[in-house]
């Protein structure tokens, strides 16, 4: 929905200026002052009437008297502690109904929308919140490269700002004021009509076309920060799966596609938060990367799991992605085929696009570690996760069979 809680310190690695300390939701951007928040059920007085009235603005509770002066009996009762925990729930934040300080900034960055001011780029105290967010949704679906969807107004954006402002004939001055918000709103409806509605269904994927740039794509290393993930023979998932996320990265951004990494090499965000990350990013498709792990040696092999329930709740889409992903891995390794299986797995399930979550191969298996302890194999797998990602979107007049498909085909 925002990408606001992206611009919090909780992603490590990621390289948002502005990501922590002053500045962090731009000056004078907060209301009066709170350098702690940290607000729950009980709690009373006019801090609690303010957080009342962010809430009530974004729809999640009736809305309070507008007090012109500071409201002291303002109580944080159950319908505020609900709204937040809603809120919290949206924003793919920790769902514990407190305000605390990540919670505060992003119910302070959600209040605005594109138009609510004039957005321009300041190098030292970036402008935050849910309307810089949407102003680079909608130049990124219209194929201007304002960088990630990340709610902070950067070099990237303002840069796409200009080009956009250059496109529509407009002075290329990098700032949004009337005039160009009008155009993006002009144009970015035009483009939207256009668009999949239903990304979990396999028609959407039809309607998004065939072509890979433009298109955005999360791809999820996981574990990390503390959380080592499986170990074996050496190996760490956490690290692993990291180094093959950047080279499945490097490989989408040269065939144009907007590429996302969920956390950076040190960092930490649990499931939940990084299929938050993904729908504030509005991507097309979800990768997330693991290894598996056995208490015997034995088991090896790779399997994908993608949104399931059974009977009818799962994710077609989903589960057409995991089959092309697994398909590749398997034509292309020699990876003991494991197949493709339905979970519901908080990565799967909270991701509002197709996700495939992979568990390429085992650390605890000898050949599965000697392979993966490979960068020419980890190659081999990267290549053809971008493959699968590409006949994902592909019509099947002009799809290929599996393995065979080269990534320099699909460069633009
Ligand atoms: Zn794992």
């Not at 310190?9 to 928040?37: E, F, I, M, T, Y």
């Not at 925990?85 to 924003?91: E, K, Y």
């Not at 909608?138 to 200009?162: I, P, S």
């Not at 000898?366 to 053809?384: H, I, K, Q, T």
Request: overall charge negative; hydrophobic content about 35%.
């Amino acid at each position: 929905m925002s990408g606001s809680h992206l611009s919090t310190s909780s992603v490590p690695g990621s390289s948002v200026p502005g990501s922590s300390g002053p500045g962090s939701s731009g000056p004078g951007s907060s209301g009066p002052g709170l350098p702690q928040p940290l607000f729950r059920l009980g709690d009373a007085g006019p801090a609690v009437a303010e957080i009342q009235g962010k809430l009530a603005r974004l729809g999640l509770l009736a809305s309070p008297m507008e007090a012109s002066v500071p409201d002291l009996s303002a109580r944080f009762d159950d319908a505020c502690d609900r709204a937040v925990r809603s809120f919290q729930q949206q924003r793919g934040l920790s769902v514990d109904g407190v305000v605390g300080p990540a919670t505060y900034r992003a119910l302070d960055e959600a209040r605005w929308r594109l138009g609510d001011r004039i957005l321009a780029f300041s190098v030292t105290h970036p402008l935050i919140g849910d309307d810089v967010a949407a102003l680079q949704r909608r130049l990124l679906e219209l194929g201007f490269a304002a960088g990630r969807v990340d709610g902070v107004l950067g070099a990237d954006t303002e840069r796409a700002v200009r080009d956009f402002q250059r496109n529509v004939g407009l002075r290329p001055d990098g700032t949004c004021g009337p005039s160009t918000f009008k155009a993006l709103d002009r144009l970015a409806r035009t483009v939207v009509g256009g668009r999949a509605g239903d990304l979990r269904e396999s028609e959407g994927l039809r309607a998004a076309g065939p072509r890979l740039p433009g298109k955005v794509v999360v791809i999820d290393p996981g574990h990390g920060g503390d959380d080592p993930g499986q170990e074996g023979h050496g190996l760490r998932e956490s690290v692993l799966v990291h180094d093959l996320a950047t080279r499945v990265e490097g490989r989408l951004t040269a065939t144009g596609v907007a590429a996302y990494l969920t956390r950076g090499a040190e960092g930490y965000l649990d499931n939940a938060e990084r299929a938050g990350f993904a729908n504030s990013t509005n991507a097309d498709v979800v990768i997330s990367l693991h290894v598996d792990g056995s208490p015997s040696h034995r088991p090896n092999g790779v399997a994908a799991y993608y949104f399931g329930a059974g009977g009818d709740g799962r994710s077609a889409a989903g589960e057409r992605f995991a089959g092309l992903v697994q398909r590749e891995i398997v034509a292309r390794t020699d990876l003991l085929d494991g197949r493709t299986h339905p979970k519901t797995w908080d990565l799967l399930r909270y991701t509002r696009m197709p996700a495939v979550h992979l568990e390429l191969g085992y650390v605890t298996n000898p050949g599965d570690a000697a392979r993966l302890a490979s960068p020419e194999f980890r190659d081999v797998v990267a290549e053809a996760i971008v493959v699968s990602v590409q006949r994902l979107y592909l019509p099947d007049e002009l799809d290929s069979p599996t393995g065979v498909l080269q990534l320099s085909h699909l460069t633009v």
